[in-house]
């Protein structure tokens, strides 16, 4: 897997993309992060899923956005 630098913009517009469900999930986790933290708790075991089981929900929408990003600007020089 490649990693690659998502700009602020680039991760707006992944953002918008995902699927009702999954932006969904998304805020979900990070509130139920943002709640943990303010209580100064941490995520119980049975809660936390291991690298293996994560979903990374961005992961398509980034390349979708960088290449889309740079046919505009080749298509702009012309």
């Given at each position: 897997?490649?990693?690659?630098?998502?700009?602020?913009?680039?991760?707006?517009?992944?953002?918008?993309?995902?699927?009702?469900?999954?932006?969904?999930?998304r805020?979900?986790?990070?509130?139920?992060?943002?709640?943990?933290?303010?209580?100064?708790q941490?995520?119980?075991?049975?809660?936390?899923?291991?690298?293996?089981?994560?979903?990374?929900?961005?992961e398509?929408?980034?390349?979708e956005?960088?290449?889309?990003?740079?046919?505009?600007?080749?298509?702009?020089?012309?």
């Amino acid at each position: 897997c490649m990693m690659i630098t998502i700009y602020e913009d680039e991760k707006d517009t992944s953002i918008r993309r995902l699927s009702e469900n999954l932006y969904n999930h998304r805020v979900f986790c990070i509130k139920r992060a943002s709640d943990l933290t303010m209580r100064l708790q941490i995520l119980p075991k049975e809660q936390r899923t291991n690298y293996e089981e994560e979903k990374f929900h961005l992961e398509p929408h980034p390349r979708e956005v960088i290449w889309e990003r740079k046919g505009r600007a080749a298509w702009a020089k012309k």
